[in-house]
C-alpha cells in the first residue's frame, strides 16, 4: 500500500464524521466516476462497462492449477 493509505482513511473517516456516511459515499462515487474510465485496470474497466450498462462478458482462461491466468473483455 502507499505511505499515505493511513491519512486517506483517516480523512475519510474525519469527513464522513462531519458530514454524514452518505455524502462520503457520494464523494467516492463521484471519484470512481471521474476515474473508472481512465484506469488501465482490467477490473475497474469491467465494474465501469457494466455499471454503465454496457454488454459486456469476461473470458477467463484458467491453468492446469486452477488459477486464472488471463482476462479478456469482448
Do not use: R
Not at 33 to 46: G, H, N, T, W
Not at 56 to 67: K, L, Q, W, Y
Amino acid at each position: 500500500m502507499p505511505d499515505d493509505t493511513e491519512h486517506l482513511v483517516t480523512a475519510c473517516a474525519d469527513f464522513a464524521s462531519k458530514h454524514g456516511i452518505d455524502a462520503m459515499l457520494d464523494v467516492l462515487a463521484g471519484v470512481y466516476q471521474v476515474y473508472a474510465p481512465l484506469s488501465e485496470d482490467v477490473a475497474i474497466k469491467i465494474a465501469w462497462d457494466i455499471a454503465s450498462g454496457s454488454d459486456v462478458s469476461v473470458v477467463t482462461e484458467i491453468d492446469s492449477d486452477g488459477n486464472a491466468t488471463h482476462h479478456t473483455v469482448q
